[in-house]
């Protein structure tokens, strides 16, 4: 349990014994909220209970804030509680609990920071998914540090999650593939040959196509149609086992890869139509038949059974979500690209009534990405091989710095991506920051040990850190599962980087009025064991963030 989720508790007893006690009524009562004050001179934690249920219990906020104060004011957890027009009550936390948390924190080491639940939910992240049509931009990439650094909050928090990359492996955009890649090969052939209008011109479109050649020479006597398709099928896995090499080097490892050509074979497709056309949701008109989208907010219905009878991408991607219901999932997270805004009340309309809950159905639009280079955007542009891919942004920068700006942002906010901070090797960078002050501790207790200065876990004198800087980090140290949490139920994962900022702070500032290492080993030992804390805690963060923690820098 957090020190919020304790607060609340010692409040909600507070309360309790207030009616117990006749200085309070019983009657029906709000729910208390805890929050952090907006400065810290008004306490470590801060409920606004008392004004929210003045209309319950008809008397003034103040009164009611005193009743309760007596009662928090007992719990040893609480060090004082003032009271602050026009009924706030503010509460600090005592140094003795702050100095047990940071016992606890080095017992824990890995695992301070993470809940066990005794009921978790099984969430589905669907994230990424690019086109296998050639290799992954940096919009991408930063779909990729969110997706992945979302399910690490989630099963930090004791759930159970499945990363999903849904591979487009159907319909026009893979045959337009397929033929750019076959006048790639007849060129190299040297037979004359027309490039399809609108075809895919990357570099990477030729290398498919020399490939091709190298290996299945044999297969390239086959009549027109059955060559498209099969340089279609061979340039999708080639792609696609070249975005798991570059997921791969970023840290991200999916559960599953869904091929949509699977839903199309296996008649989940039409299948998705005739359940929707069973809950009436579903109508025909010039030959074509639609989705009654404008039941669910779109701004007009959608058609998802063509003319001539194929189905759309609608109606496919419909198909694809039913699977994932028929999966049993308590969650479903999806993560988007900035161009599908209008796409959501569709799908979410459709997910809806296929009867899953709405609000376990949850779409994420990862904001555009501006690679910033020299001062100047980089233009993106997959058909025309003008665009700078995922691999390249990691050899250039490598994958820390990578994922730390990309999540360093929220995800509803624009990104312009700096590459000349982002190669800093210096406090401006804050991935580097971050790194030095990990660094900077595990070099500290490789000094002691050379120093034979000894380092009990642990076990220390309390009233050695009893001075502001310590009790601040400390105060840090014991938010950060609260941050762990708070940022997984409101699905914002920029909230740890913006932490373990503030913690790397904390601890530089520290380090700077404090000497650690001296010949009074209490003091030394004191000085580790908050060192330890806040390396254990930097650690842990990164982790989630999927950045590394070196040792040494």
């Known amino acids: ?144 540090s969110l997706g992945d650094t979302i399910g690490s909050l989630f099963e930090a928090v004791g759930d159970n999650v499945e990363r999903e990359f849904y591979v487009n492996d159907y319909g026009n955009q893979v045959n337009l593939l397929g033929r750019s890649v076959l006048a790639r090969i007849r060129e190299i052939q040297g037979i004359e040959t027309d490039f399809p209008e609108d075809g895919y011109h990357g570099e990477y479109v030729k290398d498919i196509a020399a490939y091709i050649i190298d290996n299945f020479s044999n297969k390239l006597q086959d009549n027109e149609e059955n060559l498209v398709d099969f340089c279609a099928e061979q340039a999708v896995e080639y792609n696609v086992e070249r975005q798991k090499n570059d997921l791969a080097m970023f840290n991200v490892k999916f559960d599953r890869w869904f091929r949509e050509k699977s839903l199309h ?117 997959k058909r025309l091989g003008n665009f700078s891919t995922m691999r390249e942004l990691i050899d250039e920068i490598g994958t820390d710095v990578s994922r730390y700006f990309f999540l360093n942002r929220s995800i509803e906010s624009h990104l312009d991506f700096d590459l000349a901070l982002a190669k800093k090797d210096s406090s401006e960078n804050p991935v580097f920051y971050l790194q030095y002050a990990h660094a900077r501790i595990c070099s500290l207790f490789k000094e002691a040990s050379s120093r034979g200065i000894e380092y009990h876990p642990g076990t220390f004198d309390e009233k050695i850190l009893n001075d502001e800087s310590c009790i601040q980090l400390m105060k840090l140290l014991a938010r950060y599962p609260e941050e762990v949490l708070d940022a997984a139920n409101s699905i914002e994962p920029h909230r740890i980087p913006s932490f373990l900022l ?31 804390a806040v390396r254990k805690v930097i650690r842990n963060g990164l982790a989630i963030l999927g950045v590394s923690a070196p040792e040494k820098m």
């Open 1 to 144: 349990m957090t020190f919020k989720e304790r607060i609340a508790l010692i409040l909600e007893n507070s309360l309790k014994e207030a009616i117990k006690g006749g200085s309070l009524p019983n009657t029906e009562l709000p729910s208390f909220r805890v929050e952090y004050p907006k400065e810290q001179k008004f306490g470590d934690y801060a409920s606004a209970f008392a004004l929210e249920a003045t209309k319950f219990l008809r008397r003034p906020p103040m009164e009611t804030a005193e009743k309760l104060k007596t009662c928090i004011e007992n719990h040893p957890m609480v060090e004082r509680v003032d009271i602050a027009p026009p009924g706030y009550i503010n509460i600090f936390i005592s140094f003795t609990e702050l100095c047990s948390n940071l016992k606890i924190i080095i017992s824990k080491d890995a695992e301070y920071g993470r809940i066990i639940k005794n009921n978790p939910r099984r969430i589905n992240i669907e994230f990424v998914s690019a086109n296998p049509t050639g290799p992954m931009n940096v919009v991408s990439a930063r779909a990729a």
């Open 265 to 381: 074979e296996s008649g989940e497709v039409m299948n998705a139509f005739e359940l929707l056309d069973a809950v009436k949701v579903t109508y025909e008109q010039d030959g074509k038949k639609f989705f009654r989208s404008t039941y669910y907010g779109d701004d007009k219905d959608r058609v998802v059974i063509r003319d001539d009878g194929r189905p759309t991408y609608l109606l496919a991607d419909i198909a694809y979500h039913k699977n994932k219901i028929d999966r049993k999932y308590d969650m479903i997270i999806d993560i988007w690209g900035p161009d599908h805004h209008g796409y959501i009340s569709r799908l979410k309309g459709a997910v809806q009534a296929l009867g899953y809950p709405e609000e376990n159905f949850k779409i994420i639009i990862a904001q555009q990405v501006n690679l910033v280079l020299d001062g100047e955007t980089v233009k993106m542009s």
């Open 502 to 532: 503030k913690l790397a702070q904390g601890y530089h500032r520290f380090y700077a009025d404090h000497r650690i290492l001296t010949d009074d080993m209490a003091k030394s030992n004191a000085y580790l064991n908050l060192s330890d």
